[in-house]
Structure formats: structure tokens, C-alpha cells
């Protein structure tokens, strides 16, 4: 402080009307910029109160001083090694109790904190009371109850703040119930270190040594000019810990539980909720989505359910867009001849461009018009963040993130999306193995291979029992896209699971007309207008290979004979791996192009009735050994054309888009050949 001059530090967790109580507080007075040495976003503001000015420092959105991202590095940052005469901590007054992990970290290193409950009109409609002077002396510091939007309580927080940073230093009271043994080793060396250090509380420092934090270790060293290897004390003390079980990772762990359960008995004490709130139903909701028994369960069931909705509901769409797309091309051949325009620029634009582009739009476009809003519907209801919470402790075991299952649910509409999506994701380690993986699960274009496969060859009748085939293949691909994690992150991508703060958001009234525009034009849209550019040189390729010939063969009929000893080996033939590889630009043209070779036709085909395309398989020498290593090749082999642009243009590197390539397809080539040598040896 210098002549009558103060900063102050408003800190909070995102979302938690901050920014409105920064604005409201400084008014113009207001400059951005950036902090030294990041990219991270700064604000700060300047004002008056009585005979003080105030310069009001807006730091990064943070949910705990142990920091994992680069804007809760620079929060804690600031918080921990800036000299500031006070420190706002804004709350969310909806969810006291997430708001308090942080409240507790700052009160205990900053001794003058004002906390500002915001949101309080909320809080009222959704019949959620604070007491706040309880809060207040349970915590020993200033509680401010405010409406930041409309002014409301602003006044008070002045006041308060003008007290706290001109009256005398406060220490917080609230103590964290750590375990015995590691109370007495931060007591320990907070007396060790105490008289060294003029600036960050010992206990701070002494807990963030028996955790082994380097990154803030290194920096309190600068900030108070001190080296923690000149106390011999200290690795006594941590020795005699790690003897007793006591590793840094498990004192990290207990401190950070400790802390949780400290900020839960101070909501049961200080915040009561009516009969009717929608918090209430919110705790009855998670008892069941989030249940440790019954939980997974129940999105196994209702993603079941999206899939069913999904399938069944795109068939009669499907058909009748290709029905009408088909006629289209019929009508635009005829006005070519009619014209007198040259057979081959028919053949080339109408059999073959375009009717490639028209198959993958009518195959495409119903299912993801399904899948997309329903994915969104679940993402507005607040499901989605549920899902990554019950599949978290899976990733992690695989040394990935949580949040990956959402990026993995989203691929089962569409890889593409599914790619996109990673960057919800913020540790770019963790990002790259979600992005890689993102192809082990199935997305629409090749469901209706599986499903036609599974309805042919190994169930003939009930559709209760194809459902649950469909769900095992599904689920194969899940467990195979956490081996695949766990390798990559033992390998190429080597590291441990990062931690983040998961916000589980409150059951909301879903928008469904905002949930169709977003869903249609953000996601839609987007993967078809991808899949048609890549359809069209597509178009080109397989019209040419299946009507330019080579002596007496089309060049499909030679590349499929040369390519059938391969396959063999997979349990496939030649047609059916050129298949794949010609329908690389979209799934949903592999069993077309797989008909046309087997009936020499020269162009696409579009055949319905399943007997009749079963016979054509079987007389082509299909068994179930086929079936089966058709259906596993279909799960797993490379990414389409639109995922591959997508991959790179997320990565930006061709190493990590030829990875995502031949993951998959070298995983599904071996799986292949195991199946087969099996059945050829049974």
C-alpha cells in the first residue's frame, strides 16, 4: 500500500458471475491485456471508495490453487506470489459447496479475503438459503451476499472491503482435518522453514513440500529468496512419511479429500434447501445416474436406446432420400441424352460422381439428423458431464481423461465430431490420445454394415438378441479404445493422468429449438459437407476402376485378385479389403462397392432385400468365419477421408494423422487373422 493506494485480487471459479462484479466495481476504469510470459487474458480495473483508490485485479477463472491448466497456473500464480492487500473470492451461490474447495485454499493463504456469494436471486428461486454471518464466522473472514447483475449488495462489499483492507489482519479459522501423522510433519516444518520466509504462510509451503510440488517450490524459492535443500530437516521428515506409506502422490490426495469433505461440512451447516428445490431433485437424479452399481448400467441403456431410435428411425428417411436422389440422377442422365451430350460424360458425372455423393447424403444425412439433436438433448438435459463422471476412473486407469468418453460418445455419431469435440480436453497429451483413439468406436456410416452382417449370418430371426450383439460390438470397441489409450500413453505419449475439476451442471428444461439449429447447422451440416467433398474424387476413382479394363478385366477385377492372397489371411477376399479401401472417402459405400464387384456391374448398387444379398454372399463363399472378420474389420480399421481432414487440421501434423490411421487398421488386420486361424483350425 502506498499513499492511501491498494490492489486487490478477485478471484472464482468460471461461470460464476465474476466479470459481471468486475464491471459493476470499475465501471470504465478498465484496461485488458496480457499476463508476462502467457497468452492468458488479463483485466484490470481502477476505483474509489471513501479516501482509497483501488486497482481491482479480474484473474483467471480457477477451481483450486492446484493448478492443472495454464489459466489456473496463472491464477494461483498471482494469488500465491503477487502482493496484494486483499483477495474477492466470487461464489456461485446455486453451488455453495464446489465454490468453498477454492474459499478454503485462499483463506488460507491470503489473510485478509472478502467472499462474495453471488447469484443470491437465483439461489431464492431454486429454494436454496445461506446464512451467511454463520458462513462468516465459521470461516473468520467478511461474507458478502450479492445479485451482481442488478446492483444488489455491492454497497455492503465496499464496505467490507474498505474494512478488511485498512483494518487489522484477520486469520482465517478454518482448519482442514488432515490425517495425525501428516499434521504433525507440516507443523513440523512450517517451524523449520517459519523464520525464513516473509511472505507466503509455512503451512502453505510445508504442505506443497510433503507433496513434492516443484513448480510452486521453484517459484516460492525466487519469491522469498530461500532454498528448501539447505534444511536437511525437511527430507527427514518426508522419508520418515514415504516409510510409513505416506507418498507425496498420497498426501496430495489426502489434502486435496481433506479440504472436499471440509467444504462439505461447512454446506451442511450453513446452507438449507425446501421441499421443493430444484437441488433436491438434482441429488435424486444423481443417485441414479451417478450410482457406483447402477449408474453405468443406465447409460449403457440410454445410449442403447439413441442408437435403436437412431437405426430404426433413419431407415424409412434413408430410403426415401435415396429413392428421390437416385430419381434425380435418372432425370439429369436423361437431359444429358436428350441434349446428345457424350456417353462417357454421363457415365463419368451421373453413375459415377454422383451417384457415389447421393448414396453417402441418403446414408449419412437421417442418421446424424437423428443421432446429433438427440446427442444434444442429452448434452442441454446436463447428461453428458455425468457420463465422463462414471467412465473417469476407467481413462484414468488408462492414463487418459475423464471427459474422453464424451469426445468417445460423440464418435459414435460421427468420428469427425468425435475429433472436434477433443478439445474440450486440456492437457494436449491427453487430447492427442482421445483424438487417435476416437475411431475405435463405430460411427453411423458403419452401423449398417454390422447390423446387415449380424441379421445375415448370426441371428436369423428376433430382434431383441441382434440388439444385444450390437451392444457387445459396441462395447468391444470401447474396451479396445481404453487398451489402445493405455498403450499410447505408455509409449508415443508417454505421462500420467492429469488432474481437472469436472462441473456437473444442474438438470435443465432442454431448448429443442435452439437444439436443432445447433445440432443441424454446427454438427450436421458440417461432417456432410466434409464427406460429399471427399465423396466426389471418390465417385471418380471407383467408376474407373470398375469400368476401365485391363485386357480382359476391369482394373477392380485385377486389383481384387491381387489383393485376395492378403486378404485371405484376414479371413476376407480381394473384393471385399479393395472395398474398404475404395469407400476410405465414407463407411456408408463399402457394402455397395463389395455388390457392384460381385455383380460386374459397372456402377453402384442399391439392393434391399436381404435374402437376396445373402445368397450373393454366400455364393461369392461366405461363411460365418467371413461374417464375423468382416464385422471386426468394419469396427476397426482406418478412419474415413472427413476424419482424417479432421484429425489434421486439429493436430496439425500428417505423424499424428498417420497414427490415427494405422492404429486401427493394423489392430483389426491382426484380430482378423487370429479369428481366422481359429476357425480354420476348429
Known amino acids: 500500500m502506498e499513499n492511501n493506494k491498494y490492489h486487490v485480487a478477485l478471484a472464482g471459479n468460471p461461470n460464476v458471475g465474476k466479470s459481471t462484479v468486475f464491471n459493476a466495481l470499475t465501471g470504465m476504469n478498465q484496461h485488458t491485456g496480457n499476463w508476462s510470459g502467457k497468452t492468458v487474458s488479463s483485466a484490470e480495473g481502477f476505483f474509489e471508495y471513501k479516501d482509497i483508490q483501488i486497482t481491482l485485479a479480474d484473474i483467471p477463472g480457477m477451481y483450486s490453487l492446484r493448478n492443472s491448466s495454464a489459466e489456473e497456473t496463472t491464477a494461483s500464480d498471482y494469488i500465491y506470489f503477487t502482493e496484494t492487500d486483499a483477495v474477492i473470492v466470487v461464489c456461485d451461490a446455486t453451488c455453495l459447496e464446489r465454490n468453498l474447495n477454492l474459499v478454503i485454499q485462499i483463506t488460507e493463504v491470503s489473510p485478509k479475503t472478502i467472499i462474495c456469494v453471488n447469484l443470491l436471486d437465483e439461489a431464492e428461486s431454486k429454494g436454496i438459503n445461506i446464512n451467511l454471518n454463520l458462513l462468516s464466522q465459521i470461516l473468520g473472514v467478511y461474507v458478502v451476499g450479492v445479485t451482481a447483475r442488478d446492483g444488489k449488495g455491492l454497497d455492503n462489499l465496499l464496505e467490507c472491503l474498505y474494512k478488511c483492507i485498512t483494518g487489522d489482519t484477520v486469520k482465517s479459522c478454518t482448519e482442514i482435518p488432515l490425517n495425525k501423522k501428516i499434521r504433525d510433519a507440516v507443523s513440523e516444518i512450517s517451524g523449520i522453514i517459519g523464520n525464513s520466509l516473509h511472505k507466503l504462510p509455512p503451512e502453505t509451503v510445508a504442505m506443497r513440500i510433503l507433496e513434492n510440488n516443484t513448480s510452486f517450490l521453484e517459484k516460492a524459492e525466487v519469491y522469498e529468496n530461500i532454498r528448501f535443500a539447505d534444511f536437511p530437516e525437511i527430507y527427514r521428515i518426508k522419508t520418515s512419511l514415504t516409510e510409513n506409506g505416506f507418498t507425496p502422490e498420497k498426501i496430495s490426495d489426502e489434502i486435496i479429500s481433506a479440504t472436499i469433505r471440509k467444504a462439505s461440512e461447512i454446506t451442511v451447516k450453513t446452507v438449507s434447501y425446501t421441499n421443493t428445490s430444484p437441488y433436491l431433485r438434482d441429488q435424486r437424479l444423481d443417485k441414479i445416474f451417478l450410482s457406483r452399481s447402477i449408474g453405468i448400467p443406465v447409460m449403457i441403456i440410454l445410449f442403447g436406446v439413441v442408437l435403436w431410435i437412431t437405426i430404426t428411425g433413419a431407415n424409412y428417411p434413408s430410403d426415401l432420400l435415396g429413392t428421390f436422389l437416385f430419381r434425380i440422377g435418372d432425370m439429369m442422365s436423361d437431359g444429358l441424352s436428350k441434349i446428345n451430350a457424350p456417353p462417357l460424360l454421363n457415365d463419368v458425372l451421373i453413375q459415377g460422381i454422383y451417384k457415389v455423393v447421393a448414396w453417402v447424403v441418403s446414408v449419412m444425412l437421417p442418421p ?20 465422463a463422471f462414471n467412465l473417469d476412473h476407467c481413462f484414468r486407469c488408462a492414463n487418459a481423461c475423464g471427459k474422453q468418453a464424451i469426445t468417445m460418445a460423440m464418435g459414435f455419431g460421427c468420428n469427425a465430431c468425435g475429433v472436434t469435440g477433443c478439445r474440450i480436453i486440456d492437457s494436449p497429451r491427453e487430447r492427442l490420445i482421445a483424438i487417435i483413439t476416437n475411431s475405435f468406436v463405430p460411427c453411423n456410416g458403419r452401423f449398417p454394415t454390422i447390423i446387415m452382417i449380424i441379421t445375415m449370418f448370426l441371428v436369423t430371426s428376433g430382434s431383441f438378441l441382434s440388439s444385444l450383439i450390437l451392444l457387445a460390438v459396441i462395447i468391444t470397441g470401447v474396451i479396445m479404445t481404453l487398451l489402445i489409450s493405455k498403450l499410447l500413453s505408455h509409449t508415443v505419449l508417454k505421462g500420467v493422468a492429469s488432474s481437472y475439476t469436472l462441473e456437473l451442471p444442474p438438470y435443465r428444461k432442454p431448448q429443442f429449438i435452439k437444439i436443432l439449429i445447433r ?55 480381394g473384393v471385399i479389403l479393395l472395398a474398404f479401401i475404395l469407400g476410405f472417402p465414407a463407411n456408408e459405400i463399402v457394402f455397395p462397392v463389395i455388390l457392384m464387384a460381385y455383380l460386374a456391374q459397372g456402377n453402384l448398387v442399391e439392393m434391399s432385400d436381404t435374402v437376396q444379398i445373402h445368397e450373393l454372399l454366400r455364393a461369392h463363399g461366405w461363411n460365418i468365419t467371413t461374417a464375423l472378420c468382416m464385422m471386426i474389420f468394419t469396427l476397426f480399421h482406418f478412419p474415413c477421408a472427413t476424419t482424417c481432414m479432421t484429425i489434421k487440421k486439429e493436430t496439425g501434423s500428417l505423424r499424428w494423422t498417420a497414427l490415427s490411421f494405422l492404429l486401427p487398421t493394423i489392430t483389426g488386420i491382426i484380430i482378423c487373422m487370429i479369428v481366422n486361424a481359429v476357425s480354420i483350425l476348429i
Open 368 to 387: 446424424m439428423a437423428i443421432f446429433f439433436p438427440m446427442f444434444t438433448l442429452l448434452e442441454d438435459l446436463g447428461y453428458l458431464p455425468r457420463i
Open 519 to 573: 445440432s443441424i447447422l454446427d454438427r450436421t451440416v458440417f461432417v456432410l459437407a466434409r464427406a460429399c467433398t471427399a465423396s466426389v474424387p471418390c465417385g471418380l476413382i471407383i467408376w474407373i476402376f470398375a469400368n476401365v479394363h485391363v485386357r480382359d478385366n476391369t482394373i477392380l477385377a485385377v486389383v481384387a485378385d491381387f489383393l485376395d492372397p492378403f486378404a485371405s489371411l484376414m479371413g476376407l477376399d
